[in-house]
């Protein structure tokens, strides 16, 4: 049963558009949201991240905006590069604990074509 | 800045072979991690350590062992290697009350 949900594989976009990566979750009690982003050969390096107690949390180029109610967030580049193409993760935690362990969704391929 | 090193980037081995995939942090580090990736199935967890001798399964364990005799190093252990088990691995790292995890390189296994 996949608790995270990255429902498109792949995006394409042109450079110097939006790209909105989006992610869905199963489990409300899932408290902590955070956005990786990995390069073929090297491993995931962590983009930006938010708590369920905030809707939006900005960072440069790139917000992640999270809707509880609908458990869904969302990562929105702008403007986007060709250096951000990669696959992009999204993953949650339930903060249960101090495993700090992390459910990962099944990654987006996106494409920023110059 | 944090440094996670993964013993090999590239391993090819035989069905029936014992492999260890050896990982190693700096950064003082209580939990430690092992995820493999898929192409579609994205980072499954194999199992995680939350301090030294410690270990959990994750959602992925069965065909994998793991040890952490030193807080700095966690090692898996693929005991009898199978072709379903060629993956990339990934091991990761993080601080016991944050959640941000630190990855290594990678190690791409092949099972021949």
């Known amino acids: 049963d996949q608790q995270v949900k990255q429902n498109s594989p792949s995006l394409s976009v042109q450079e110097g558009r939006i790209s909105i990566l989006n992610c869905d979750y199963t489990?409300?009690?899932?408290?902590?949201f955070l956005w990786y982003k990995k390069y073929p050969a090297e491993g995931p390096t962590f983009l930006i991240s938010?708590?369920?107690?905030?809707d939006k949390n900005e960072d440069g180029r790139f917000t992640v905006f999270l809707n509880k109610s609908a458990k869904h967030l969302s990562l929105h580049i702008v403007p986007s590069q060709p250096g951000d193409s990669a696959v992009y993760f999204c993953?949650?935690?339930?903060?249960?604990?101090?495993?700090?362990?992390?459910?990962f969704g099944q990654g987006t391929t996106l494409q920023v074509k110059p | 800045d944090v440094k996670v090193t993964q013993s090999s980037r590239y391993l090819v081995k035989r069905t029936g072979e014992k492999v260890f995939l050896e990982c190693v942090q700096d950064?003082?580090?209580?939990?430690m991690f092992w995820y493999r990736q898929d192409p579609g199935l994205g980072l499954r967890l194999i199992y995680f350590?939350?301090?030294?001798?410690?270990?959990e399964k994750g959602d992925i364990p069965e065909g994998y062992s793991v040890s952490r005799e030193k807080k700095e190093r966690f090692s898996l252990i693929l005991e009898s290697a199978s072709t379903n088990q060629t993956s990339m691995y990934l091991c990761?790292?993080?601080?016991?009350?944050?959640?941000?995890?630190?990855f290594g390189p990678g190690t791409r296994l092949l099972v021949l």
């Open positions: 350590s939350y301090d030294v001798k410690m270990k």
């Open positions: 938010i708590s369920s107690i905030k």
């Open positions: 993953a949650a935690s339930d903060g249960s604990g101090n495993t700090g362990k992390l459910i």
């Open positions: 489990n409300s009690m899932f408290d902590y």
């Open positions: 990761a790292s993080s601080f016991a009350i944050q959640e941000t995890q630190y």
């Open positions: 950064m003082d580090h209580e939990n």
